[in-house]
């Protein structure tokens, strides 16, 4: 199974919202992201864990609060988002996190939000 | 600091012409590079990757790149373009080993294809 799969695919919220993104991989990987994407941009790097620790917080706002239960599970907690939070966030994992070969990332197919 | 270069922003090739996409690279150790396509409202699906050995690579859907170290370059080409492959098209640079998890991304190119 080389797939990373992402729910929901679309969600809407208001500002007063409290929403909660999954990302699931059974590759067995140690590594895993939480990207947002901006139109005709390229991912953002947002989170990364690696052996289920946050390694990399890319000064994200607080409103957005990672969480990795176990190895094969990714959360992303939303609260109070803004309109411009409105993006593509894309959850991708890799076999390790330490650079060369390791970081190859396989990607999902990302969840659509809309920030009211 | 790694960095990676997309010169084009766009381009539009003929159904059936052959292609080219250009990456260029900037990174003081021997890099690992990736080719990932993203199709309108999807994810990033790999292309293709180098880590060493023969320099010409070949990926999925017919695509292969070819690293050159004295021109910092691995470009993306595909001899005939079907209309499917309308996407972004993103190089991307990985640390070397225990440099850390951070892939570097170029800005991207916009391929469109003409029937």
């Known amino acids: 199974d080389t797939e990373v799969t992402q729910t929901p695919k679309h969600l809407v919220m208001g500002m007063t919202n409290k929403k909660s993104l999954k990302c699931e991989q059974h590759?067995?990987?140690?590594?895993m992201y939480w990207y947002k994407q901006k139109a005709k941009k390229p991912p953002e790097l947002m989170f990364v864990?690696?052996?289920?620790?946050?390694?990399i917080n890319e000064s994200v706002p607080s409103r957005f609060s990672p969480e990795c239960p176990n190895s094969s599970l990714l959360n992303l907690h939303l609260h109070a988002l803004q309109p411009e939070d409105s993006a593509l966030y894309l959850c991708?994992?890799?076999?390790?996190?330490?650079?060369?070969?390791?970081?190859?990332?396989?990607f999902g197919p990302g969840t659509r939000l809309t920030v009211l | 600091a790694q960095s990676v270069t997309q010169p084009d922003i766009h381009i539009t090739v003929s159904e059936g012409a052959s292609l080219e996409l250009r990456c260029n690279y900037s990174?003081?150790?021997?890099?690992?590079l990736f080719w990932y396509v993203q199709s309108p409202g999807q994810g990033l699906q790999l292309l293709l990757k180098?880590?060493?050995?023969?320099?010409l690579v070949q990926g999925i859907k017919g695509f292969e790149a070819e690293f050159k170290r004295s021109q910092s370059s691995f470009n993306l080409r595909k001899p005939s373009v079907h209309w499917s492959d309308a996407a972004e098209y993103f190089c991307?640079?990985?640390?070397?080993?225990?440099?850390?998890?951070?892939?570097?991304f170029g800005t991207g190119t916009q391929l469109k294809v003409e029937l």
């Open positions: 180098y880590f060493s050995g023969d320099t």
């Open positions: 990174y003081g150790a021997t890099p690992y």
């Open positions: 991307a640079v990985a640390p070397r080993p225990g440099g850390g998890n951070k892939l570097t």
């Open positions: 991708a994992s890799s076999q390790e996190g330490n650079g060369g070969p390791y970081n190859e990332q396989f």
């Open positions: 590759m067995g990987h140690r590594a």
């Open positions: 864990y690696s052996y289920e620790k946050l390694s």
